[in-house]
């Protein structure tokens, strides 16, 4: 079974800083998928970023990049020029790869981000 | 425009009584989920239909009954509710095969019972 630890309960970052929130997964998989998900007070779960394991380069979209360890067991997001809008909750995700239809994703506790201005 | 709904967003609801949660898609997804969403924000998995059929059941109790009448859609259905059962349910969908795009979540519906 795999497991994914978010141990930082919450953060706090000035505006316009830079922020980083750690996870770490265990898995025996070699294959998988990980993804960052971001919960502001509307609850709606966005899809921020995504990372494929046999990708060796770290993913980025936009403001947001992740710093992906694979020996380490380690997905940390980095989000640049934090923004007020980018106060949520964060919730890190494995998804091991399955040749069939059969995909869940397994979720950290999450990290909640307070952006203060 | 919105992708993936749900209805209703917020159910409140006495113990004992059956309630359902619809969800609808319009991604072209063929695989559907339901999360539980407790009160200490931990998400786990419930469910997933691929074209209408059941593939994951994650030991749910069998007062909770999906449906799937087709790929676009999957209901959630449950009997004799209990205290315990209050959490945000999401639905979500995904491409069965492509799963490295990920899953795109409905809105949630906020569930009560009292």
């Known amino acids: 079974a795999q497991t994914v630890t978010q141990s930082q309960p919450e953060m706090s970052v000035q505006e316009a800083e830079t922020v980083t929130l750690s996870c770490t997964y265990d898995t025996s998989e070699n294959n998988y998928y990980l993804f960052w998900y971001k919960q502001p007070p509307s609850r709606q779960m966005i899809l921020v970023i995504r990372?494929?394991?046999?990708?060796?380069q770290n993913a980025t979209e936009n403001r947001f990049s992740v710093n992906f360890q694979k020996a380490a067991k380690s997905f940390s997001l980095k989000i640049s020029d934090s923004q007020l809008g980018d106060t949520a909750m964060y919730f890190c995700a494995f998804m091991k790869h399955t040749t069939g239809a059969n995909s869940k994703l397994t979720f950290g506790k999450g990290i909640t981000l307070s952006v203060r201005p | 425009d919105t992708a993936v709904s749900q209805t209703p967003k917020y159910l409140v609801t006495q113990m004992g009584n059956d309630k359902s949660i619809k969800c609808e898609q319009n991604l072209g997804h063929d695989t559907m989920y339901w999360y539980k969403q407790d009160s200490k924000k931990f998400l786990k998995i419930m469910f997933s239909y691929n074209n209408k059929e059941l593939i994951i059941n994650e030991t749910v109790p069998n007062r909770f009954s999906p449906k799937s009448p087709d790929k676009a859609h999957l209901n959630l259905h449950i009997n004799s509710l209990e205290l315990g059962d209050s959490a945000v349910y999401f639905c979500a969908s995904s491409y069965g095969h492509s799963q490295q795009i990920g899953q795109y979540f409905g809105p949630g519906t906020r569930l009560t019972v009292l």
């Open positions: 990372q494929e394991a046999y990708k060796q």
